[in-house]
């Protein structure tokens, strides 16, 4: 155990914010997540491809909602802070801007508490995003987002991990019910609509962490837009959602694996 690992955490079991961390160039991951992230670079040689290029989606995403005036941001599933954190990118774009952090891996939730330290318009909350009325109740949230103000709701590569059990269309729903008018939602997530995706074999790699992932068709993201109304260039992949000049595109946009959009509460 490092010096960075929470004593919840097992480090023998692979995890899916660990093994993204990783996938990203980053350090706080163990050697079964390294063994676990090879495992999906066997099957699906473009996996870190494909983080990367949703990592630089994230970004655009934050930009856009920057840019329209949002200032205060709910990021669900956030992860292992890594290059291109949400609060650099807002609070760059506009200083003051407000962030939380919503996740429940226990290094993902201690490096971003160390990571914000002294910054007081961002906050982690350790919460399951399936719960969103704990997540919306939680102390971070509701010292930092006000909700009758438009808020920025991003969902980048949460969707496919939760299983149908939990109703991701009545989670997404219930988020989308909780913010006022102007309110951005931006989200990415696994398909296996594209023959050039291993969906099959991914998923079964998987198996072994603590996170099953589940891939949806293009009907089935769409659903968790609910009536937000999609930007252009709509719902599509991840390289092909508003690309600039630093975006790494595809070869085919179909090798980028995610759908991606954002969409606005009119």
């Not at 699906?44 to 983080?51: E, G, L, T, W, Y």
């Amino acid at each position: 155990m490092t010096s960075w690992t929470p004593a919840e955490v097992d480090p023998d079991v692979p995890s899916a914010a660990r093994i993204y961390d990783y996938l990203l160039g980053g350090s706080h991951n163990f050697g079964p997540d390294r063994e676990l992230a090879d495992k999906l670079l066997a099957v699906q040689p473009n996996v870190a491809d494909i983080a990367r290029r949703n990592r630089a989606f994230l970004r655009r995403a934050v930009l856009f909602m920057a840019a329209a005036g949002i200032r205060q941001f709910l990021d669900l599933g956030s992860g292992i802070p890594t290059a291109g954190n949400v609060h650099e990118i807002a609070q760059q774009a506009a200083p003051g801007s407000r962030v939380v952090y919503v996740d429940y891996e226990g290094i993902a939730v201690a490096h971003s508490e160390l990571l914000l330290a002294g910054n007081e318009n961002a906050a982690v909350v350790q919460r399951d995003v399936t719960r969103p009325d704990e997540v919306l109740a939680a102390d971070g949230t509701r010292r930092l987002i006000d909700f009758s103000r438009p808020v920025g709701l991003l969902a980048v590569t949460i969707g496919h991990y939760l299983p149908p059990a939990t109703d991701p269309v009545g989670v997404f729903a219930r988020y989308r019910d909780a913010v006022a008018p102007g309110s951005h939602l931006a989200l990415s997530h696994l398909t296996d609509d594209f023959a050039g995706l291993h969906g099959d074999a991914i998923v079964e790699t998987m198996r072994s962490t603590q996170n099953n992932v589940f891939p949806r068709t293009r009907a089935r993201v769409l659903e968790l837009f609910g009536d937000f109304a999609l930007v252009a260039p709509g719902l599509v992949t991840t390289s092909g959602w508003r690309p600039d000049d630093s975006t790494a595109a595809a070869v085919d946009p179909e090798e980028d694996g995610l759908y991606a959009g954002v969409a606005v509460k009119t």
